[in-house]
């Protein structure tokens, strides 16, 4: 037990390589940026911006996708017990619709650091370069995995997803939301041909579009 205990420290531990780096460069304050949501076929999507203490152990902390549900949701309330500042950026269906989701995406990363009430020192992102910001910042592939402060973005925007996405599906139980979370799976594309998109679909989304052409 002690064995696995202290793996998992060293494996955490691990995660801060990054973040220490800009400790020795003069930043105190790191963010990790990571969004939730891009893939889907509906709902908003949403990133998370997290300032972690230097060096805190968060067992089980990686990126959103490789932590069980109930590990995320244990998560998301020790990050907000612990960390400096905790932000959440989102950005609705319509927006999504209208500028696509790469920058939809951006806007919600922005959107969350300006919600972190402080400012940051540095900024650490998951594979996305912010151009309109005049914060330094590092992007970084599959930064989920490698950060510490971007795996505990992940976890915080995933959360807060699935909880609007869990909303919707009490408008709209027939879609499946609460099980897929908006995702394109066999169920949801189903529905879609059935009942056609509701106004939580993103309609420049090709399965969307499709679901629209065959309604119409």
Excluded at 65 to 76: C, D, T
Excluded at 80 to 99: M, N, P, T
């Amino acid at each position: 037990m002690l064995k696995n205990e202290n793996r998992e420290k060293e494996r955490v531990r691990q995660l801060y390589v990054t973040e220490e780096q800009c400790y020795l460069a003069g930043a105190k304050l790191v963010a990790g940026i990571d969004e939730a949501g891009r893939g889907p076929l509906a709902g908003p999507v949403v990133a998370g911006a997290v300032i972690l203490p230097p060096f805190t152990f968060l067992p089980n902390l990686n990126d959103s996708k490789l932590v069980s549900e109930k590990n995320r949701a244990a998560l998301f309330q020790e990050i907000y017990k612990i960390a400096v500042a905790v932000g959440i950026g989102e950005v609705s269906v319509e927006l999504i619709d209208r500028h696509n989701i790469l920058e939809a995406t951006k806007m919600a990363m922005k959107r969350a650091i300006k919600n972190l009430g402080v400012t940051p020192d540095f900024l650490l992102l998951d594979a996305v370069k912010l151009k309109d910001t005049a914060l330094p910042q590092k992007n970084i592939i599959r930064g989920d995995t490698i950060s510490a402060s971007i795996a505990a973005a992940s976890i915080v925007a995933k959360v807060y997803r699935d909880k609007l996405m869990q909303e919707l599906d009490k408008q709209f139980p027939w879609y499946g939301f609460n099980q897929h979370k908006g995702y394109g799976t066999k169920k949801h594309l189903a529905a879609l041909t059935k009942y056609g998109p509701c106004p939580c679909h993103r309609q420049t989304f090709s399965p969307v579009r499709e679901a629209s052409r065959v309604q119409s």
